[in-house]
């Protein structure tokens, strides 16, 4: 039975089902990050970050309970005792007194001053003022008394004094210290987010993040500064998919993309730019998120502990550096659980905004060594482009400029750097390594060691349209520092003191021969005779 002919796709028909896959794979990945980033809750996705700020405050919560409920079992008892004991002692002592003033003005002994003191002394806290015996190992008071511990606090006022409350105490902080630090930072790092969101209405966020993932300055993004800030950006995708979006949004095939190529990227990817956009200003945005949050919380303690305002700022300062120094503390129920709340978020930012001031400094030294390394080496280059022929005309910044000009690009040892016969559009100067000069058959005529102007050994036919007739590779490995003629030139006229050229002015190059090929010159105005005649060939190239 012959089977149905199969009708051939046009070629419309071949690019609308291209254009369906890619509309599915972009469906596919906003799928993907979508479930990466959320999670279901009874049926409602939520971001994984607000799952973990809750799970981290439950966590803090509990440790605080736990803590402070083992306290309360350990020494409430024990300081019960202490009162009861306290108590007795001072009813005691007070009705010993009473009795030895009734007894001595009823007999009408009479003591000298001295000897009635020591009558009385042994009973002295029987002259203290009766007080309220409140025990502080309330379960409220444990629980802050645990806060203190964990958070390193440690106000003082009041302390275990059992043996097992001091194990217990040891232990807790062990683990608990640890857990709290991670909690605070990442709830701390959760308001700062908040904050920064707020710092950014009205802004344009795609733009301000395309500026700090553009390394460079260049105003576009490569491949290399995309792919990280997608890893900035918790954008975990496999090397084929990153290839496929790679393609996706560079929409002109340019190998960068530009900030509208980047919005379509972000569009794509559903992709949050909060905390990129605002990754400049990071710490402004911490320091004046720690201090609204420290003016609130002066605020909140003057009202409910009936403070003034120096006792609260006070206060609030001993506490989130962990001074607690332990004079002053909260009273009331609700101060002494406020002090939790504002704790837990203020001790979290001024973590976060020493973590960035630590890092900003690092990388403020780090940029520093780079700066110095960079003028270290761009030094080096430019003495060693000096002692060169071919630079000796030019002046020293004529030379740094064509130096920020040059690209560097390394080979392997046994690579091939220039084939025999191919068009030779870049000169190269030899850097580091050696390179070895070879003809048609392979025979090595020369071996060329770094610093040296490559371009004197890789010899050109024809002026008009230069190809080299050896070809040149790395002994070792090689690191090339390459320019274009047009760089030259721009560098050679950079000076403001040069008179104006005109537009078909020729830049005429001096190129050593191996093999001794004699005077091969074309004349051509303005040109530059860098090297001895016996070992030159002049190429010319029109810019």
């Known amino acids: 039975m012959q089977g149905k002919p199969t009708r051939?796709?046009?070629?419309?028909?071949?690019?609308?089902?291209?254009?369906?896959?890619?509309?599915?794979?972009?469906e596919d990945f906003r799928t993907r990050l979508w479930t990466q980033n959320h999670v279901q809750c009874f049926g409602v996705p939520i971001h994984e970050n607000i799952i973990m700020f809750f799970q981290l405050a439950l966590l803090f919560v509990t440790l605080l309970l736990f803590g402070g409920g083992i306290f309360h079992l350990i020494e409430h008892p024990h300081e019960e005792n202490n009162l009861n004991q306290t108590r007795e002692d001072f009813n005691f002592h007070r009705e010993q007194i009473i009795e030895k003033l009734h007894n001595h003005t009823a007999t009408g002994d009479m003591l000298d001053t001295i000897d009635f003191y020591e009558l009385l002394r042994e009973h002295y806290i029987g002259f203290n003022p009766e007080q309220e015996y409140d025990n502080k190992w309330k379960f409220t008071n444990s629980i802050i008394f645990s806060f203190t511990i964990i958070t390193t606090i440690g106000y003082g006022n009041f302390v275990p004094q059992t043996q097992w409350g001091q194990i217990f105490l040891m232990l807790y902080g062990l683990i608990g210290i640890p857990i709290a630090g991670i909690s605070l930072g990442f709830i701390a790092q959760c308001v700062l987010y908040g904050f920064t969101m707020f710092s950014q209405l009205g802004k344009d966020k795609a733009a301000a993040a395309f500026n700090e993932f553009d390394a460079d300055g260049s105003g576009e993004l490569d491949e290399e500064e995309f792919f990280a800030a997608l890893e900035r950006l918790g954008v975990e995708l496999s090397d084929e998919e990153n290839r496929k979006l790679w393609r996706e949004v560079?929409?002109?095939?340019?190998?960068?993309?530009?900030l509208e190529e980047f919005r379509t990227a972000v569009k794509t990817l559903n992709a949050d730019l909060t905390e990129a956009a605002g990754k400049k200003n990071e710490v402004i945005i911490t320091l004046c998120g720690i201090l609204f949050w420290f003016l609130f919380g002066v605020l909140v303690f003057k009202f409910s502990e009936k403070w003034d305002y120096i006792h609260a700022i006070y206060f609030l300062f001993v506490s989130l550096t962990t001074i607690g120094l332990g004079d002053v503390v909260p009273e009331t129920v609700f101060g002494e659980f406020f002090l939790i709340i504002f704790a837990m978020i203020g001790l979290g930012l001024v973590a976060v905004l020493i973590t960035l001031i630590r890092d900003l400094l690092r990388e403020q030294q780090r940029k520093r060594k780079i700066r110095v390394r960079a003028q270290k080496e761009l030094k080096q280059k430019r003495k060693a482009l000096e002692n060169m022929n071919f630079f000796s005309s030019m002046?020293?910044?004529?030379?740094?400029?064509?130096?920020?000009?040059?690209?560097?690009?390394?080979?392997?040892?046994?690579?091939?750097?220039?084939?025999?016969?191919?068009?030779?559009?870049?000169?190269?100067?030899?850097?580091?390594g050696s390179v070895n000069i070879t003809s048609a058959d392979g025979t090595i005529n020369e071996k060329i060691e770094s610093p040296s102007l490559l371009m004197e050994s890789a010899i050109m036919n024809d002026s008009r349209s230069p190809t080299a007739y050896a070809s040149v590779h790395a002994y070792d490995t090689v690191e090339i520092l390459s320019f274009r003629p047009d760089d030259y030139q721009s560098s050679i006229t950079m000076s403001e003191e040069e008179e104006e050229v005109d537009d078909d002015k020729s830049i005429e190059i001096g190129i050593i021969t191996s093999s001794g090929m004699g005077d091969q010159r074309e004349h051509f105005h303005d040109s530059f005779d860098y090297l001895p005649e016996t070992e030159q060939l002049t190429i010319s190239f029109q810019t």
């Open 8 to 26: 051939k796709l046009t070629d419309d028909e071949l690019e609308e089902d291209e254009d369906d896959d890619d509309n599915e794979q972009v």
């Open 395 to 432: 002046t020293r910044d004529q030379i740094e400029n064509l130096i920020e000009k040059m690209e560097i690009v390394s080979f392997f040892p046994h690579s091939q750097i220039i084939r025999e016969g191919n068009l030779i559009e870049s000169y190269y100067v030899l850097w580091n």
């Open 250 to 258: 560079d929409t002109d095939g340019g190998g960068e993309i530009d």
